[in-house]
């Protein structure tokens, strides 16, 4: 049966299949997520979450029953192989997946250290999903040290977290300040001296 298939389970792919229904789309819906997860909040990641204040379940967007309830086909844990747009066809775990139409709410992919540079090392992580956050929050033990790559939001979240967690944290940036791209030089300036009242380098 053909419908719309959505791929990636964000934020916005979740969005989006339950507008089509709010607004009365009686088709076939059908949202592809990588993870094994339902779409959930990544805000909290490095926050609450990586503090250990939330559990995974409270970030989750909804229960994966209300899709089920609304007709929107979960398909969880799923690596799209290929995008055939003459056939109008997706290939994910094995399956070929007709469609009438197609969105794509993949979002962002944070920027990997590179292997010449110790990227593929132990203990080298990004943040960005569940996964990340239940594999770096083991090695985030008072005392221990950490470097954060990264002067944006979640870098600067991390940092915190991690000083607030007994940590030693230096966060380095490879523009001129923090926050660049998103706030005026003066906020950056008092975010940058909280972090430092606060320990990090």
Avoid: C
Wanted: proline fraction near 6%.
């Amino acid at each position: 049966m053909s419908g719309i298939v959505i791929i990636g389970a964000g934020q916005a792919g979740a969005s989006l299949a339950e507008q089509l229904r709010a607004e009365g789309y009686d088709g076939q819906v059908t949202l592809i997520g990588e993870e094994p997860v339902p779409p959930y909040e990544r805000p909290p990641l490095s926050k609450a979450y990586l503090l250990g204040e939330s559990e995974k379940e409270r970030l989750f967007l909804r229960p994966e029953a209300i899709y089920a309830e609304k007709g929107i086909t979960l398909r969880l844990g799923a690596k799209v192989e290929a995008i055939d747009p003459g056939a109008k066809t997706v290939s994910v775990a094995g399956e070929t997946l007709p469609y009438n139409q197609l969105a794509l709410t993949t979002g962002s992919e944070p920027i990997r250290l590179p292997a010449a540079v110790g990227g593929d090392l132990g203990g080298v992580y990004t943040v960005r999903t569940i996964a990340d956050i239940d594999a770096m929050s083991p090695r985030f033990t008072k005392g221990a040290r950490v470097l954060v790559v990264g002067g944006g939001y979640i870098g600067l979240e991390a940092a915190a977290v991690a000083a607030k967690l007994g940590l030693k944290v230096t966060l380095v940036e490879m523009a001129e300040r923090i926050l660049g791209r998103v706030a005026a030089p003066e906020t950056a300036d008092v975010i940058r001296d909280m972090h430092r009242q606060h320990g990090v380098d």
